[in-house]
């Protein structure tokens, strides 16, 4: 019990960092915009990347950081370039079969929460001369090297495929030929400047007549 010895404001900066990944994890099922939901997620896993470093696991909370970061960035630009709604003008509820996410969101928390109290974990502190990092290092770049490079390789072909696809088809239809957004309500206008552009016409079409 020696190694958990530790100061409070160790104690205090996990109890506000839990409370800020905890909150910003529910606010992306609460928010309209799907970009926001994407920030808010990356929020919550930058939270618990600090709570690994007050764990000491450094590395850990460092690469959640990292990989982190450029996962939620890549979403928010797929949510851009696909999404019917991505920057939250109409109201959309992000959770699909509430009762069902109800249900294993509750069964999961209790779960986990018993695991975490009751369970006996084992002892078995890492040896004073083990090097981490460059364990981890040698096997990423052993025997695992082919896993991770064709994971990159996977990745880098999603996204060019995704440039090439939204570059001239949009969410609506072929950009060349006026696709419109949708309506801020069911069933309403399209957002935006068309339906400024149909009160210029009825204008001009009503001077047209006077004359």
Known sequence: MESMNHGLGVDIAFLLLATLA???GWRVFRTDSMVRAS??????????????ILLAAEYLGVAMFFMMAVEMT???LFMVMFMMNPAGLNPMNMVHQERIAIGAGVAGFLVLGAMALLATFPDQPVPAGLEPVRSLGNEMLGD??????SAGLVLLTTMIGVVVLSSHRG??????????PPGLEPGGD???KPEEDEAGEGEHHHHHHHH
């Open 22 to 24: 905890v909150v910003t």
């Open 39 to 52: 920030f808010f997620l990356l929020v919550s896993f930058i939270a618990v990347g600090v709570i690994m």
């Open 74 to 76: 890549v979403m928010a």
């Open 144 to 149: 695992s090297m082919l896993i991770f490079e």
């Open 171 to 180: 969410r609506y239809g072929a950009a060349a030929e006026g696709s419109m």
């Open 190 to 192: 399209p957002a935006g």
